[in-house]
């Protein structure tokens, strides 16, 4: 088989060819039809994460070992499957769940692998889906695309899980006002999503006006583009000087995290997702005076999947693919991503 993989920080990616793998008992074999490509396999790519004040979190600190495949949003169809794999045979079409735990943890017990203490995610701590063929190594975290664009589904498995979420814990005090900050791969599934499941106005804050018009047409009430100064002013006036209900920042650095508590109301819920990083300093009485609710949301787990999957089916969200790339393209296709070119999600067609 051959995979586009990440050979070490920043290095360009290699196309390398390797013996195509033989499921054995619970595995399958897919030959994938398609891959997301994700701002994380960006992160992945460059090492780790921005901790702010020069440091910095290394991804092999965290468990990764180059070389390493990326791609966790896998859609393929079946190809061949192990001795003791049930409900799934050759010729399916499937989403793949990629956030595998240990199976152990109290997190994994109560279904939330994405959740695992010790994660064996594909396409991160194991290999992905930038390859013709990628081995799942249990049938249980397939789930049948019946009829979903096979592009459009793979964004399920992270951006819209994620973003799913996101807004489902934003939406616990039942907000007036929602402000998505960052209307990229995540941000844009964050603004269908909050209009299908939430009765709040949506504002959405980004630095590019082309990717605003876009959050409109998918249904934002309002835009703001937060190169303007007056950002802050210009949304508090919009929430009738009390301020945002619920914030989800899908980038979640420095500029947007001191937004998001500038204009976070009373009794407020900040959900934090984007793993741009850095630090900021807190005014910590503002906490307890506001009584703001501060948590951070990774990702979903299968059984959010399967809903979202459903939700697409009937058309209630529509993920926006843009662009396609071929395998040996990869790199131009994390370039593009990079440089902010890409509206919506990219996939890769191997
Ligand atoms: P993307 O590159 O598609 O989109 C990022 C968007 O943020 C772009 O539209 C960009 O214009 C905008 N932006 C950047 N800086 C900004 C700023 N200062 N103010 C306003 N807008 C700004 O990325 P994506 O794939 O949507 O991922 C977003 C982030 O979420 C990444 O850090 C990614 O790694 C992370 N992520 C988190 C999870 C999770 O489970 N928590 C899952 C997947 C991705
Ligand atoms: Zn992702």
Not at 270 to 285: A, K, R, T, W, Y
Request: aromatic letters at 6%; glycine letters at 10%.
């Amino acid at each position: 088989m051959k995979s586009a993989r990440i050979t070490g920080p920043n290095e360009p990616l290699a196309v390398s060819e390797t013996e195509t793998p033989k499921p054995q008992g619970n595995q399958v074999l897919v030959k994938v039809n398609s891959v997301g490509v994700c701002h994380s396999d960006l992160h992945l790519w460059e090492g780790g994460y921005d901790l702010g004040d020069g440091q910095f979190m290394k991804v092999t600190d965290r468990g990764v070992k180059y070389p390493v495949t990326p791609g966790h949003e896998i859609v393929g169809t079946v190809e061949d499957i192990g001795d003791t794999v049930s409900g799934i045979s050759k010729g399916d079409q499937v989403l793949v769940f990629p956030w595998i735990g240990c199976g152990e943890c109290p997190a994994c017990k109560v279904q939330n692998e994405n959740l695992c203490d010790t994660p064996k995610s594909m396409g991160v701590f194991q290999d992905g889906g930038y390859s013709d063929y990628a081995l799942i190594p249990n049938f249980k975290y397939l789930a049948k695309l019946d009829g979903v664009d096979p592009d459009s589904a793979t964004s399920l498995a992270c951006s819209g899980l994620t973003a799913y979420t996101a807004i489902k814990k934003a939406n616990q005090n039942s907000p007036e006002f929602l402000v998505i900050v960052g209307a990229g791969g995540l941000g844009l599934m964050g603004v269908q999503i909050a209009k299908a499941i939430t009765d709040a106005k949506i504002i959405c804050v980004d630095l590019d006006d082309q990717k605003l018009d876009t959050a409109k047409e998918m249904g934002a009430h309002f835009t703001v583009n937060s190169k303007d100064p007056e950002t802050a002013q210009k949304i508090m006036s919009i929430c009738n000087d009390k301020g945002a209900d619920s914030v989800v920042d899908f980038v979640n650095a420095p500029p947007t995290a001191k937004l998001d508590f500038a204009i976070l109301r009373k009794r407020g819920n900040l959900v934090l997702v984007g793993l741009f990083g850095g630090s900021i300093e807190l005014s910590l009485v503002t906490i307890p005076l506001k009584s703001i609710i501060v948590q951070g949301a990774y990702t979903g787990n299968y059984n959010d999947m399967v809903e979202l999957l459903d939700l697409a089916r009937k058309g209630t969200i529509n993920p926006v693919i843009s662009k396609r790339y071929s395998l040996d393209e990869a790199n131009t296709a994390l370039e593009d991503l990079k440089a902010r070119k890409i509206i919506g999600r990219a996939v890769i067609n191997p």
